[in-house]
C-alpha cells in the first residue's frame, strides 16, 4: 500500500509536470514513463482486472484488453459482446478509451459492462499508458 501510494504520487506529478507544459508525454522522461504506467498497472488491477485479463490465454468475464487501441470494438473472436457493443461502430484508440472509462454506461447505452466512472484526468492518463503499453507488446 506504502508503494502503491509512492508511485500514484511519483507518477501525479510527473503527468502534472507534463500536462502543464502542454506536451503530453513528448517530452517526459523514460522514468515517468515507466512510472505512469506502473500506476496504471495498479489501477488496472483494481478497477479493471476482476474482468478483463491482460493475457489473451486466460478466460475472464469481459474481452482480453491486449491490444485493445487500434482495435474495433466488440471484434474479438469467441467473445459473446452485446448487441450494442457488435454493432457501436466504435474503434477503440485513447479518445474512445478516455471517454469509456468516464462513463461507459452513458458513451454506449446497452453495453454489458457494469458502469464504470473514472473521471479524474490523472487517472485516466496512468490508465491509457497502461492499456497502450499492451498493445504494443
Ligand atoms: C464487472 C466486470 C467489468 C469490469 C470491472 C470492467 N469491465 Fe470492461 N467489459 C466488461 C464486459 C462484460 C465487456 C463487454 C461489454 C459488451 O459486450 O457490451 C467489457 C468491454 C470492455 C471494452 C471493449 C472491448 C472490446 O473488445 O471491444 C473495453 C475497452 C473495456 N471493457 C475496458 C475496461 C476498463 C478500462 C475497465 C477498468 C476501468 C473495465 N473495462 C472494467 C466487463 C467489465
Known amino acids: 500500500m506504502q508503494l502503491t501510494k509512492k508511485l500514484i504520487s511519483l507518477a501525479t ?17 523514460e522514468a515517468g514513463k515507466m512510472a505512469m504506467k506502473a500506476a496504471g498497472k495498479i489501477m488496472f488491477e483494481q ?8 493475457d489473451p490465454e486466460r478466460k475472464a468475464y469481459g ?15 469467441g467473445f459473446d459482446y452485446s448487441d450494442a457493443m457488435k454493432k ?22 446497452g ?3 457494469r458502469h464504470v466512472s473514472i473521471h479524474d484526468k490523472a487517472e485516466q492518463d496512468f490508465l491509457l499508458a ?8
Open 111 to 113: 453495453t454489458r459492462m
Open 13 to 29: 506529478l510527473c503527468a502534472a509536470v507534463t500536462i502543464h507544459s502542454g506536451v503530453a508525454n513528448a517530452e517526459m522522461t
Open 63 to 77: 474481452p482480453s484488453l491486449l491490444g485493445v487501441v487500434g482495435r474495433k470494438a466488440g471484434s474479438l473472436e
Open 88 to 109: 457501436s461502430g466504435i474503434t477503440w484508440n485513447l479518445d474512445t478509451l478516455r471517454a469509456w472509462m468516464a462513463d461507459n454506461q452513458d458513451f454506449l447505452p
Open 47 to 54: 478497477r479493471c482486472e476482476s474482468c478483463h485479463a491482460d
Open 130 to 137: 497502461y492499456i497502450n503499453s499492451l498493445s504494443k507488446k
